[in-house]
Nanobody, 115 residues
Framework: QVQLVESGGGLVQAGGSLRLSCAAS????????MDWYRQAPGKQRELVAR???????YYIDSVKDRFTISRDNAKNILYLQMSSLKPEDTAVYYC?????????YGQGTQVTVSS
């Protein structure tokens, strides 16, 4: 199994930046997909960015050119660099991983963007 621990959330003004981190309890070898999701109050959880096993990336339209997903394979850490933040980016952000056919989520980190 995989334990995931997110960090780096906080309160930031609109236009600001934050970098989220997700530390995994095991090497990324064998993890097919690594994601960042978010869930705003009263809304469904949505996929924000994805790393696939082929190292390709995916972003939802609303964060393209503002967010960047990356990872440090030596440290087993997944990142989400967020810039030009908007109030609508306010949500709990979760990382997720698909490992041996099972999907794991972390506990989430709150991101609040003030206008």
């Amino acid at each position: 199994q995989v334990q995931l621990v997110e960090s780096g959330g906080g309160l930031v003004q609109a236009g600001g930046s934050l970098r989220l981190s997700c530390a995994a309890s095991r090497t990324f070898f064998g993890i097919n997909i690594m994601d960042w999701y978010r869930q705003a109050p009263g809304k469904q959880r949505e996929l924000v960015a994805r790393f696939t096993v082929s190292d390709s990336t995916y972003y939802i339209d609303s964060v393209k050119d503002r967010f960047t997903i990356s990872r440090d394979n030596a440290k087993n850490i997944l990142y989400l660099q967020m810039s030009s933040l908007k109030p609508e980016d306010t949500a709990v952000y979760y990382c997720g991983a698909l490992f041996l056919g099972k999907y794991y989520y972390g506990q989430g980190t709150q991101v609040t963007v003030s206008s």
